[in-house]
C-alpha cells in the first residue's frame, strides 16, 4: 500500500506524495476505493499535495474518479500544491472544480 | 542526443525512459514548469504505446533542431498501427467534472503542450514526432 488515504470521515483526507504518475495511478485508485464506499458521510474530501513532486493524467484522473464517484455535494480540496503540480491541473481544466488553498481552511 | 534508442516496452521501463528524456529536455529547457510539462506530454505518450500498442520495443530520439529552436522528439513502436492523433475525441475543459470523460486526458495534454505533432507509419512501424520550441 502507497498510504495516500489517511482518514474517513465527514472531513476525509488524502496524502498525495512522490511521483504519481500511470504505473503508481492504480495503488491510489485502489485507496479511494473503501473512502468511496462510504461516501453517504463525506462531506469534504481533503487532497493534500504538499509532498507531491510529480502527476499526470492518471494522477488527476483519480481526482475526478473521486469526486464523480463521490457525488457533486462533496467538496474536493487541493492543498499544498506546487506550481508545477498546479500547472497540470489548471492545463485539464480540472482545477475549476477544486478549491486551491495553501492550507486547510474550512 | 538520444538516438533511436531501444526500450522493452514495459511498465517497469518508463521510468528509465524518462530519465532519459528528462535529461535531454534539461539540455535546453531551464523552467522548471516547461520541464515538467515535457515529461508529463512524454510519459503520456510512452503509457499509451506500452498499454495499447502491442510492441515488444519503443524506439526514443530526441534532438535539437538548432535552426528552428526547437527540441524534436520521436516515438516509434512496432505495434499495431495506430494514429493516436485522429481517433481520440476531444476534451472538453470547461465540462462540469461530474460529467467529465475520463478517458482521453493524456492525449489532450501532449496535444496541448506540444507545438506540433506529427504521425506516420513507416515499414509497418509507428512513427509519433513532436516539436516544442524553446521558451
Known sequence: ?106 | MLHCKEFPSKREFLPQMLTEITGEIKKYFTDDKWINRLKVCAEEILVNIIDYSGSEKIFISCDFLAKEKTLHFEFVDEGELYNPLEEVPEVDIDAEMDVRQIGGLGIFLYKTIMDKLEYHCDDGKNHLLAYKKLV
Open chain 1, 1 to 106: 500500500m502507497a498510504n495516500y488515504l489517511q482518514e474517513i470521515g465527514e472531513v476525509s483526507k488524502i496524502k498525495l506524495h512522490g511521483h504519481i504518475d500511470a504505473s503508481i495511478a492504480p495503488a491510489l485508485m485502489e485507496e479511494l476505493k473503501p473512502l468511496i464506499a462510504q461516501k453517504d458521510k463525506i462531506k469534504k474530501l481533503v487532497f493534500y499535495a504538499d509532498e507531491l513532486e510529480y502527476i499526470a493524467s492518471a494522477g488527476i484522473r483519480a481526482v475526478v474518479f473521486a469526486k464523480q464517484k463521490l457525488g457533486g455535494k462533496v467538496q474536493v480540496y487541493l492543498i499544498g500544491a506546487s506550481e508545477m503540480i498546479l500547472d497540470v491541473f489548471k492545463m485539464t481544466g480540472i482545477d475549476k472544480f477544486l478549491t486551491i488553498q495553501d492550507t486547510f481552511a474550512e
